[in-house]
């Protein structure tokens, strides 16, 4: 205490006023810990032997267990196959007086804030290599302050229990590297491809280097910062002399050759698609890392239906399934199927091709124009709102709209009718129409629908006449789109799109569940008036090759035109397809938008085959449900015009756009 207390005078005359308020708290918190010596703490001591390996698990929709997400390359290692180098780069950064304190260290903490102080920012933190070992294995991740007190008092008594190097030893073998690896032999082969007995100095030094910030510095994801923290390891082994001049220098030069091994048993578990979504899910909506979950020994609780995920995989194998590419390159895929209800994601496969652990999905990563499936959400559902019906007559002519630089749509086919009904415009995705429909109703209006459908886009860019055919400046995701298409299922009630229903620490406290979130988005007639639309495009539309016997299927194909003016062909295509208790997002395109890579096929010979197969596979998993609605050519066959509040000569009034 005397040294600590004359380190302190030292640094009284540094300190400005308004820090002593810091100091302050470091000396309450040492008066507390002498309070909570009288503190009895009761803790489960076989945890530090059951815990070597903390698993996570993670159940379908029916809470049976599915896949266990650990290392295969997990091995427990004794400290003497470590090298002595390894153990003291460890301890150079996360706890130097790891050999002479009894399980936390005032000096340190007194250092850390001092440095702390120093910086006006956190830099420093004073947790011993025992108190992690207890944070990490013993205790939960809840923060409280009688948790630390837990923590410093349960570390006491483990170094009652064990001998310094077995504390290390467990501690080595239970730390987070990055990367999937967990424990010292995992990080050896995961990042040089050997054992760990076998790695230098240098090589020790990226290890602890790692340890800090495993999701950060981990040398496969941060090489060059990791190189940096490396360097600061090896100054601070020289600065207490663990090493000396020669060792210190030579191992600055020592070239780091990474050496990957596929030891994550993530690479082959049955779902892995469905497990990047997870993972990707609990990073965008709860902030919770890849690194956090592998090291965490988690429960996750999904919406996953096993059967249509093993389908969907299934299908993505095949090659006959799909267009072929441009010369050795494939064409790219991906589908979401969601619960119409629920917005519970069943099934997802993010990319076609050998799967790679968390490669970019263009399920729920890629961000481009939806072409026409946007069509019913900007230009039709406002259409209705107004009181226009299925029968109302719309312009297809060859219009340009604006004075300096003048947009002129096209229609696919270059014709044009002059006039036609609504539902006929919807069917055979006619480009003319939805650009007039958004005009005459006012671009506030088609802004004011991607908002209720929660599709993303930017005020100022997006305000003008192409986001009618998909012209978003960022785009969407097929998981946006799934999403957006729930509402018209259900009855004009979207659902929040989502995979995870819960999540449990290892010792079963929730740490995320998921809220019902469900937004009105139209009135359920409106929903039922597009429904009725868009059950023509699979009866005599643009892909009424997905039709399939026995169901009722509505939806609408999206492509994004020529690449350029030189080429025939499409950028990419895209079915948004709906029972009335499924929703089925599927894309088609190249993952480079290269001169040569396009598609040559219209989407009803395309996507929509694609689309189809899948719902096939997926269909028999799912009740079968008829739609309250008819198509508009069963209503027509009947004669049965009257289920339309108005009749055809219903007209367009222009909307006064808001200022």
Same mark, same amino acid.
């Given at each position: 205490?005397?040294?600590?207390?004359?380190?302190?005078?030292?640094?009284?005359?540094?300190?400005?006023?308004?820090?002593?308020?810091?100091?302050?708290?470091?000396?309450?918190?040492?008066?507390?810990?002498?309070?909570?010596?009288?503190?009895?703490?009761?803790?489960?001591?076989?945890?530090?032997?059951?815990?070597?390996?903390?698993?996570?698990?993670?159940?379908?929709?029916?809470?049976?267990?599915?896949?266990?997400? /650990?290392?295969?390359?997990?091995?427990?290692?004794?400290?003497?196959?470590?090298?002595?180098?390894?153990?003291?780069?460890?301890?150079?950064?996360?706890?130097?007086?790891?050999?002479?304190?009894?399980?936390?260290?005032?000096?340190?903490?007194?250092?850390? &804030?001092?440095?702390?102080?120093?910086?006006?920012?956190?830099?420093?933190?004073?947790?011993?290599?025992?108190?992690?070992?207890?944070?990490?294995?013993?205790? /939960?991740?809840?923060?409280?302050?009688?948790?630390?007190?837990?923590?410093?008092?349960?570390?006491?008594?483990?170094?009652?229990?064990?001998?310094?190097?077995?504390?290390?030893?467990?501690?080595?073998?239970?730390?987070?590297?990055?990367?999937?690896?967990?424990?010292?032999?995992?990080?050896?082969?995961?990042?040089?491809?050997?054992?760990?007995?076998?790695?230098?100095?240098?090589?020790?030094?990226?290890?602890?280097?790692?340890?800090?910030?495993?999701?950060?510095?981990?040398?496969?994801?941060?090489?060059?910062?990791?190189?940096?923290?490396?360097?600061?390891?090896?100054?601070?082994?020289?600065?207490?002399?663990?090493?000396?001049?020669?060792?210190?220098?030579?191992?600055?030069?020592?070239?780091?050759?990474?050496?990957?091994?596929?030891?994550?048993?993530?690479?082959?578990?049955?779902?892995?698609?469905?497990?990047?979504?997870?993972?990707?899910?609990?990073?965008?909506?709860?902030?919770?890392?890849?690194?956090?979950?592998?090291?965490?020994?988690?429960?996750?609780?999904?919406?996953?239906?096993?059967?249509?995920?093993?389908?969907?995989?299934?299908?993505?194998?095949?090659?006959?399934?799909?267009?072929?590419?441009?010369?050795?390159?494939?064409?790219?895929?991906?589908?979401?199927?969601?619960?119409?209800?629920?917005?519970?994601?069943? &099934?997802?496969?993010?990319?076609?091709?050998?799967?790679?652990?968390?490669?970019?999905?263009?399920?729920?990563?890629?961000?481009?124009?939806?072409?026409?499936?946007?069509?019913?959400?900007?230009?039709?559902?406002?259409?209705?709102?107004?009181?226009?019906?299925?029968?109302?007559?719309?312009?297809?002519?060859?219009?340009?709209?604006?004075? *300096?630089?003048?947009?002129?749509?096209?229609?696919?086919?270059?014709?044009?009718?002059?006039?036609?009904?609504?539902?006929?415009?919807?069917?055979?995705?006619?480009?003319?129409?939805?650009?007039?429909?958004?005009?005459?109703?006012?671009?506030?209006?088609?802004?004011?629908?991607?908002?209720?459908?929660?599709?993303?886009?930017?005020?100022?860019?997006?305000?003008?006449?192409?986001?009618?055919?998909?012209?978003?400046?960022?785009?969407?995701?097929?998981?946006?789109?799934?999403?957006?298409?729930?509402?018209?299922?259900?009855?004009?009630?979207?659902?929040?799109?989502?995979?995870?229903?819960?999540?449990?620490?290892?010792?079963?406290?929730?740490?995320?569940?998921?809220?019902?979130?469900?937004?009105?988005?139209?009135?359920?007639?409106?929903?039922?008036?597009?429904?009725?639309?868009?059950?023509?495009?699979?009866?005599?539309?643009?892909?009424?090759?997905?039709?399939? *016997?026995?169901?009722?299927?509505?939806?609408?194909?999206?492509?994004?035109?020529?690449?350029?003016?030189?080429?025939?062909?499409?950028? *990419?295509?895209?079915?948004?397809?709906?029972?009335?208790?499924?929703?089925?997002?599927?894309?088609?395109?190249?993952?480079?938008?290269?001169?040569?890579?396009?598609?040559?096929?219209?989407?009803?010979?395309?996507?929509?085959?694609?689309?189809?197969?899948?719902?096939?596979?997926?269909?028999?998993?799912?009740?079968?449900?008829?739609?309250?609605?008819?198509?508009?050519?069963?209503?027509?066959?009947?004669?049965?015009?009257?289920?339309?509040?108005?009749?055809?000569?219903?007209?367009?009034?222009?909307?006064?756009?808001?200022?």
């Amino acid at each position: 205490m005397l040294k600590v207390w004359n380190r302190a005078r030292s640094i009284w005359n540094m300190l400005h006023v308004h820090q002593f308020f810091l100091l302050g708290v470091l000396v309450a918190f040492l008066i507390g810990l002498v309070y909570f010596t009288q503190y009895e703490v009761k803790w489960d001591s076989t945890s530090l032997e059951n815990a070597k390996i903390h698993p996570t698990y993670m159940y379908n929709q029916r809470g049976e267990e599915v896949v266990k997400i /650990t290392s295969s390359g997990m091995e427990y290692v004794k400290i003497e196959q470590m090298p002595d180098h390894l153990l003291k780069a460890v301890i150079a950064m996360e706890d130097e007086r790891f050999y002479q304190h009894p399980g936390f260290d005032i000096e340190g903490i007194t250092r850390a &804030a001092v440095s702390n102080i120093k910086a006006q920012k956190i830099v420093a933190g004073g947790s011993t290599i025992t108190q992690q070992l207890t944070k990490n294995v013993v205790l /939960t991740s809840e923060r409280t302050f009688e948790r630390k007190f837990d923590e410093l008092l349960i570390s006491l008594e483990i170094e009652k229990m064990y001998t310094k190097d077995e504390i290390l030893e467990m501690y080595l073998n239970q730390i987070f590297f990055g990367a999937g690896a967990h424990g010292v032999q995992e990080a050896s082969l995961v990042f040089f491809g050997k054992d760990v007995k076998e790695i230098t100095l240098s090589e020790s030094a990226v290890l602890a280097a790692s340890i800090k910030a495993p999701s950060l510095l981990n040398p496969l994801t941060n090489f060059e910062g990791n190189k940096m923290r490396k360097e600061t390891v090896l100054y601070k082994m020289h600065e207490l002399g663990f090493i000396d001049q020669s060792l210190y220098e030579s191992s600055l030069k020592e070239e780091i050759v990474l050496a990957p091994s596929n030891s994550n048993k993530l690479q082959n578990n049955p779902y892995p698609y469905y497990v990047d979504a997870v993972i990707f899910e609990l990073e965008k909506t709860y902030g919770i890392s890849q690194d956090e979950l592998l090291a965490g020994g988690y429960h996750v609780y999904t919406e996953l239906d096993s059967d249509m995920q093993r389908e969907l995989e299934s299908l993505y194998l095949q090659e006959d399934l799909f267009p072929k590419g441009a010369g050795d390159t494939p064409i790219q895929s991906s589908a979401v199927i969601m619960d119409a209800n629920t917005g519970g994601v069943k &099934a997802i496969v993010g990319r076609r091709g050998p799967h790679t652990f968390r490669e970019f999905s263009y399920a729920t990563q890629m961000k481009s124009s939806p072409g026409s499936t946007i069509k019913p959400i900007v230009a039709y559902t406002p259409a209705i709102e107004a009181g226009l019906t299925p029968l109302t007559y719309v312009e297809d002519k060859e219009l340009s709209y604006g004075q *300096d630089q003048p947009y002129e749509p096209k229609n696919y086919n270059d014709e044009y009718l002059g006039s036609i009904p609504m539902y006929y415009a919807l069917e055979k995705s006619v480009n003319s129409s939805a650009v007039w429909l958004v005009n005459e109703l006012g671009i506030q209006q088609a802004l004011h629908a991607l908002d209720r459908f929660g599709l993303p886009y930017d005020p100022v860019e997006d305000r003008k006449l192409g986001i009618a055919l998909g012209g978003f400046d960022q785009g969407v995701s097929p998981f946006d789109m799934a999403e957006a298409y729930t509402a018209f299922a259900n009855e004009g009630i979207r659902s929040t799109g989502h995979l995870i229903t819960k999540i449990t620490d290892r010792n079963g406290t929730i740490i995320v569940e998921h809220k019902p979130d469900q937004v009105k988005v139209t009135e359920p007639e409106v929903a039922h008036q597009l429904t009725s639309m868009m059950l023509n495009v699979l009866e005599t539309g643009t892909a009424a090759s997905g039709a399939i *016997d026995g169901y009722e299927i509505a939806g609408k194909t999206g492509t994004n035109q020529t690449v350029s003016e030189q080429v025939d062909g499409s950028k *990419d295509q895209w079915f948004v397809g709906y029972t009335p208790n499924l929703v089925a997002s599927v894309w088609l395109g190249y993952e480079k938008n290269l001169e040569n890579h396009y598609l040559t096929t219209t989407s009803s010979s395309g996507v929509v085959p694609v689309f189809k197969r899948i719902m096939e596979g997926v269909l028999p998993y799912s009740k079968k449900e008829m739609f309250p609605v008819h198509s508009v050519n069963d209503y027509l066959a009947t004669g049965a015009k009257s289920y339309y509040k108005n009749n055809s000569s219903t007209t367009v009034t222009r909307a006064e756009e808001s200022q």
